[in-house]
């Protein structure tokens, strides 16, 4: 089944071609962009809201990452401090006794006691040379933790900068989020109240049954005033006509001229 569908596939594309050139990868990606927009807006706002939402959540773990990052580098930038501190006590103290030695050597004589011991002038020297040769490798050590401890300094104050940023965009992204989630619900509010419903929900269907009824009440109305009005019967109701007065007064005017009429042919 694989293979026959890998057999298809290459047939479209084989056919898209042939049939369309160079254009074809263009066509191709514009159909799948259509069909991905599509897609996307059949989507529910709601739902993207609530995605929105745990994307925002989601940065907490790198945030808290980022934290351990810069609490473990602040703890490491310290202890090269107390590195650099202890190195330059060492140094002072060594450049305080090269410093005597030189100062000894320089007086020229052939032995010199130090503690109880006596020494030649060139145990002296020996010991000054190894001394100073220490001594510049040790203020080498130190330039160089130095240096180190400037360059953790600022690697430090970017890293505090980038969560800083970090802490910020996600303040910004949780009122952005609720400030569309605010908006989605006065749309909704006045989809509620509007006469044109865009939406299938309960609030929806209910108003449908309540049109649905009126409209079934209106006929049953129609009917029963319908069935009041008799076919046979006059219409008492009728529009008088605008001679009205004078019709009954000529009718009323002439009627006993034929009453007596009748008498005498009795």
């Known amino acids: 089944m694989i293979k026959k569908g890998l057999i298809a596939t290459g047939a479209v594309v084989l056919l898209s071609v042939v049939f369309l050139g160079r254009d074809a990868v263009s066509y191709v990606f514009t159909s799948a962009c259509r069909v991905t927009e599509s897609v996307r807006g059949q989507v529910p706002i709601e739902f993207e809201i609530d995605r929105a939402r745990r994307m925002v959540h989601n940065l907490v773990p790198d945030i808290r990452r980022n934290m351990h990052v810069i ?35 320089a007086q020229n004589q052939p032995q010199y006691r130090y503690v109880n011991r006596t020494y030649t002038a ?63 619900k006065m749309v909704e509010v006045a989809q509620t109240t509007s006469h044109h419903q865009f939406d299938d929900s309960r609030l929806s269907r209910v108003k449908g049954l309540v049109t649905d009824i009126r409209s079934r009440l209106k006929v049953a109305e129609k009917l029963v005033n319908a069935d009041v009005h008799y076919a046979d019967e006059i219409p008492l109701d009728a529009p008088a006509p605008d001679n009205l007065l ?20 009795r």
Not at 85 to 102: G, Q
Not at 136 to 163: F, Y
């Open 71 to 105: 609490a473990k580098e602040e703890v490491e930038v310290e202890r090269l401090e107390q590195e650099i501190k202890n190195a330059e006590s060492r140094l002072a103290a060594e450049r305080a006794d090269i410093l005597r030695l030189k100062g000894d050597l």
């Open 122 to 184: 060139n145990e002296v020297k020996d010991d000054l040379a190894r001394r100073f040769e220490r001594f510049k490798t040790n203020d080498a050590t130190v330039a160089s933790l130095q240096d180190i401890h400037q360059a953790r300094l600022k690697s430090l104050d970017a890293a505090r900068a980038k969560l800083e940023g970090m802490l910020a965009a996600k303040r910004q992204m949780e009122v952005d989020v609720e400030n569309l989630e605010a908006r989605l």
């Open 246 to 265: 004078e019709q009954v007064t000529e009718y009323f005017d002439g009627q006993p001229q034929r009453v007596a009429s009748a008498v005498e042919t």
